[in-house]
């Protein structure tokens, strides 16, 4: 492929136009039979990329070349933004892949395009970035506006990732926030960012923090380690200390193989033999209804405080 063009598409985050080809030194007749051959692929109309090179459907690169593709349509000032660029980022999503690319444009009245929604809102230059060649709003910029737009514990799930994985710290989430404090949805942005802890490790443990949460049980401490300085037990994913409960979410893959499974076992037995009570969930609990794991914990609240 002729350089220029591969620059084009490194700068475009994937896509390519008609023009861009043409450009190259392409012409009308190659384009078609590039396009008949599989060698390029029609993302959208006058808007190309090149597959990938093993066929495979990978959803998640299907959707950053249709939002590179609306970029590209819409021109102007327009980014990638919301659940579009958590994709891109690797913030996780409830649900997954989303359906519409997301992408937001300083022009009040710009184009729209075919499965795209587009948010109006000018960007601050620091609220800018690139992954992959995608123009898209920064994480911290992310994070606020799925925190405005998004439920609450999805919003939750994803502002602790951006903190834990150091995308973003608690101030410049605050900072973006304050330049948005007129914008629709920022009351409940505010109350995620409170809520927010940068120590829960996954998904599942944020999901647990809003369950715990709602379900009107005291706030757990994350991520504490048990036991004599010494003679550390383990670290644990929740500690209800008062009520001398441990907590912990099961998530797939937390045990690989049969000595994972037998060291926790010891763990937990440790963790008895200190008088602790330890509750274990699932994703299925996390995400669905939390009300029987709740249960569980009053149960174990109740006898933590009978041995303390």
Same mark, same amino acid.
Request: charged share 30%; with cysteine; net charge positive.
């Given at each position: 492929?002729?350089?220029?063009?591969?620059?084009?598409?490194?700068?475009?985050?994937?896509?390519?136009? *008609?023009?861009?080809?043409?450009?190259?030194?392409?012409? @009308?007749?190659?384009?078609?039979?590039?396009?008949?051959?599989? =060698?390029?692929? *029609?993302?959208?109309?006058?808007?190309?990329?090149?597959?990938?090179?093993?066929?495979?459907?990978?959803? =998640?690169?299907?959707?950053?070349?249709?939002?590179?593709?609306?970029?590209?349509?819409?021109?102007?000032?327009?980014?990638?933004?919301?659940?579009?660029?958590?994709?891109?980022?690797?913030? $996780?999503?409830?649900?997954?892949?989303?359906?519409?690319?997301?992408?937001?444009?300083?022009?009040?009245?710009?184009?729209?395009?075919?499965?795209?929604?587009?948010?109006?809102?000018?960007?601050?230059?620091?609220?800018?970035?690139?992954?992959?060649?995608?123009?898209?709003?920064?994480?911290?910029?992310?994070?606020?506006?799925?925190? =405005?737009?998004?439920?609450?514990?999805?919003?939750?799930?994803?502002?602790?990732?951006?903190?834990?994985?150091?995308?973003?710290?608690?101030?410049?989430?605050?900072?973006?926030?304050?330049?948005?404090?007129?914008?629709?949805?920022? $009351?409940?942005?505010?109350?995620?960012?409170?809520?927010?802890?940068?120590?829960?490790?996954? $998904?599942?443990?944020?999901?647990?923090?809003?369950?715990? @949460?709602?379900?009107?049980?005291?706030?757990?401490?994350?991520?504490?380690?048990?036991?004599?300085?010494?003679?550390?037990?383990?670290?644990?994913?929740?500690?209800?200390?008062?009520?001398?409960?441990?907590?912990?979410?099961?998530?797939?893959?937390?045990?690989?193989? *049969?000595?994972?499974?037998?060291?926790?076992?010891?763990?937990?037995?440790?963790?008895?033999?200190?008088?602790?009570?330890?509750?274990?969930?699932?994703?299925?609990?996390?995400?669905?209804?939390?009300?029987?794991?709740?249960?569980?914990?009053?149960? @174990?609240?109740?006898?933590?405080?009978?041995?303390?």
């Amino acid at each position: 492929m002729h350089p220029d063009l591969l620059a084009v598409i490194s700068a475009r985050g994937g896509v390519f136009t *008609r023009a861009d080809a043409l450009a190259a030194g392409y012409d @009308a007749d190659e384009i078609r039979r590039r396009l008949r051959s599989g =060698r390029w692929v *029609r993302v959208r109309r006058g808007i190309f990329a090149v597959p990938g090179s093993d066929g495979a459907p990978d959803r =998640r690169l299907e959707h950053l070349l249709r939002a590179a593709a609306a970029l590209a349509a819409l021109g102007g000032r327009a980014v990638a933004s919301h659940r579009t660029a958590a994709l891109a980022l690797g913030v $996780p999503l409830l649900g997954g892949v989303p359906e519409q690319v997301e992408v937001t444009s300083s022009r009040s009245r710009s184009r729209r395009a075919p499965g795209v929604i587009v948010h109006p809102a000018a960007l601050p230059e620091a609220e800018v970035g690139r992954s992959g060649g995608l123009l898209l709003t920064s994480a911290a910029r992310t994070a606020v506006d799925l925190s =405005r737009t998004l439920p609450f514990r999805e919003a939750v799930m994803a502002v602790d990732h951006c903190r834990n994985r150091g995308l973003a710290g608690h101030r410049e989430l605050a900072t973006v926030l304050a330049g948005q404090r007129s914008s629709w949805g920022a $009351p409940q942005a505010r109350r995620v960012l409170d809520f927010s802890d940068g120590r829960a490790e996954s $998904p599942g443990e944020s999901l647990s923090r809003v369950a715990i @949460a709602a379900a009107g049980l005291p706030r757990p401490r994350l991520q504490v380690w048990v036991g004599e300085p010494m003679d550390p037990v383990g670290r644990v994913d929740f500690l209800f200390e008062e009520q001398r409960t441990v907590g912990e979410f099961d998530g797939l893959g937390k045990y690989t193989d *049969r000595q994972d499974l037998v060291a926790e076992k010891l763990r937990e037995d440790r963790l008895r033999d200190l008088g602790m009570e330890v509750v274990r969930w699932v994703w299925a609990d996390a995400v669905g209804d939390f009300g029987p794991t709740a249960a569980r914990l009053r149960d @174990a609240f109740r006898r933590g405080r009978r041995t303390a």
